[in-house]
């Protein structure tokens, strides 16, 4: 199994309802001991208080290189029966794995993107990468030819339907602090049917990108 190390955040919303930034998750829980699950303390492996955290209810999303946590939630809390530890353990190994793969595949689709930003479209400048805000980090800012703003980001594999609200919610927030046109890019190896009936509805806001990947195989002399 190929390991990879990843950074683990709590995102959670404020009295107002407005998501804050994602605060790193030891640091969070140790600041808020209630939401600990039993038997563990704010030290306990990264891996193990993540899966813990998503049992009592808490949603993940994975980006790039990084585990969100969001919550805490409304719902049940309670933790599975002891027999189906060792099953949920073996899938979320499985799921680590997985992850592993996909976040290494978008580091490296975005390293070939910031070098052939042209490719994607003529004229895109690059202005930020992995940048903070207060609905995530955004893996490409870019400026076009007209001097919009564009946001980019990146899926390996095929981009479902919530990576449309994602992007969407990148924009808001980059239009918020800039005040200026904005519009975003999706990039993936595919799309799930509902991303690309909703681009033909927010046409003017976001499109949709497809990579492929080319295999060369050279000789050894």
Not at 71 to 92: A, H, I, M, Y
């Amino acid at each position: 199994m190929v390991k990879h190390h990843f950074t683990h955040f709590v995102v959670i919303k404020n009295a107002d309802d407005v998501v804050e930034e994602p605060t790193p998750m030891k640091r969070w829980l140790c600041k808020n001991s209630a939401y600990i699950p039993a038997g563990m303390t704010c030290r306990t492996n990264s891996h193990t208080l993540r899966r813990a955290l998503e049992k009592q209810g808490w949603k993940l999303e994975m980006l790039s290189g990084k585990f969100l946590l969001h919550g805490p939630p409304n719902g049940d809390t309670s933790f599975p029966d002891d027999e189906d530890e060792e099953q949920d353990s073996l899938e979320d190994e499985m799921v680590i794995e997985a992850a592993g793969i996909t976040f290494g595949l978008e580091r490296d689709l975005q390293k070939a993107l910031r070098a052939n930003i042209d490719q994607l479209e003529t004229g895109l400048k690059i202005v930020g990468e992995q940048i903070n805000t207060k609905a995530g980090f955004i893996d490409i800012k870019a400026e076009d030819a007209k001097g919009n703003i564009v946001v980019i980001e990146l899926k390996a594999g095929t981009a479902q339907p919530e990576a449309v609200t994602q992007v969407l919610a990148y924009m808001g927030t980059v239009a918020d602090v800039d005040k200026l046109p904005v519009r975003g890019i999706l990039v993936a190896g595919d799309f799930h049917k509902r991303v690309i009936f909703a681009s033909h509805a927010i046409s003017n806001h976001i499109e949709l990108k497809k990579y492929s990947i080319h295999f060369r195989f050279d000789t050894m002399k």
